[in-house]
């Protein structure tokens, strides 16, 4: 597996950007997902028979952990709220493809569910290791100072760097492992303040962290007609972009900063297939 991903040069709107292409790690485990399960990548096989973890069935961490566990030959079970039977008998989309690597898919009913994730890691055998939801563990830490000295062994001028936040474990340590970058984000699920929280939880937020705000109110995993048109015109420079993530911080790269930035790809294209296929639904086209 490639460790030391490439980088890219594209102008978007005129202005130059470089593209940590970190989605070019692996097909599935790749962007983030891959330098948060680092630690455990690094792992010896016979640690471990068993991975558990939970969350929505559209997660790019549930992909990457499903390959983690098929090169790694442990068991992976996949916790979430019921599902319905079009999602299952789909032949696209992350939750496909990782029924495809092994991944057990158990459902737990509504009511049930919050006590369940709660007290997973009761009765745990050492065997057994417990992911939780989207990968935000402290562990990260590790997998993005590898990623931090890729950075700075570019030896670029450039001192900002972009990366889009869910939890925002991601762009918290790379701020941390990098303070003499800016580092710039945007929440793409839940707003400033949510951002802010998940991420006090963490650590305290450096002051080189910059969150930057939407122009508008977006909801997480909604089909947009302008995140669709600005990763078209990114694949226009041949890379191409997750449409969950990405797209809403190109925006606001564009709309309020001006100096050269590197972003940090992210990886989750894989999603791409079934986020396409709702804007199609919808009628939304560029
Ligand atoms: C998971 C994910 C993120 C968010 O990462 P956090 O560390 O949770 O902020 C951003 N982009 C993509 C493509 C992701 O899959």
């Known amino acids: 597996m490639q ?9 978007l709107e005129g202005r130059d950007f470089y593209v940590k292409r970190d989605d070019l790690i692996d097909p599935y485990l790749a962007g983030n ?16 028979s068993k991975i558990i973890s ?7 961490a549930m992909l990457a952990i499903a390959a983690m566990c098929k090169a790694k030959k442990w068991k992976f079970t996949y916790y979430t709220k019921p599902i319905s ?11 496909f493809h990782s029924i495809k690597l092994g991944m057990q898919h158990v459902e737990i009913e509504h009511e049930f569910y919050r006590d369940f994730i709660a ?14 939801q989207g990968g935000a563990v402290q562990q990260a830490k590790e997998g993005l100072r590898v990623l931090a000295d890729e950075i700075r062994a570019l030896n670029l001028h450039v001192k900002s760097l972009a990366t889009p936040s869910g939890t925002g474990t991601t762009a918290l ?56 048109e600005i990763q078209k015109k990114l694949l226009e420079c041949e890379i191409e972009f997750d449409l969950l993530y ?8 564009l709309e309020q900063t001006d100096e050269e930035i590197i972003y940090i790809h992210s990886g989750g294209v894989t999603g791409n297939e079934s986020m396409l296929k709702r804007y199609e639904q919808k009628g939304l086209k560029p």
Not at 54 to 60: F, H, M, R, V
Not at 248 to 253: A, E, F, S, T, V
């Open 3 to 11: 460790i030391n991903s490439p980088i890219s040069k594209i102008t």
């Open 33 to 48: 997902k891959y330098r948060k399960l680092y630690t455990l990548l690094q792992t010896p096989a016979n640690k471990f």
């Open 54 to 60: 939970y969350g929505g069935t559209q997660s790019n």
């Open 85 to 95: 039977q079009n999602q299952k008998d789909e032949n696209i989309g992350n939750y």
């Open 119 to 132: 007290s997973l890691r009761l009765n745990l055998d050492e065997k057994t290791f417990v992911i939780d």
């Open 173 to 228: 340590f790379l701020a941390l492992t990098l303070p003499e970058y800016k580092v710039y984000t945007t929440p793409c699920v839940g707003d400033v303040a949510y951002l802010k929280e998940q991420m006090s939880m963490l650590h305290d937020i450096p002051n080189n962290l910059i969150i930057l705000k939407p122009e508008k109110k977006y909801h997480f995993a909604k089909p947009y007609l302008e995140f669709l």
């Open 246 to 253: 990405a797209p809403g911080l190109w925006k606001c790269l």
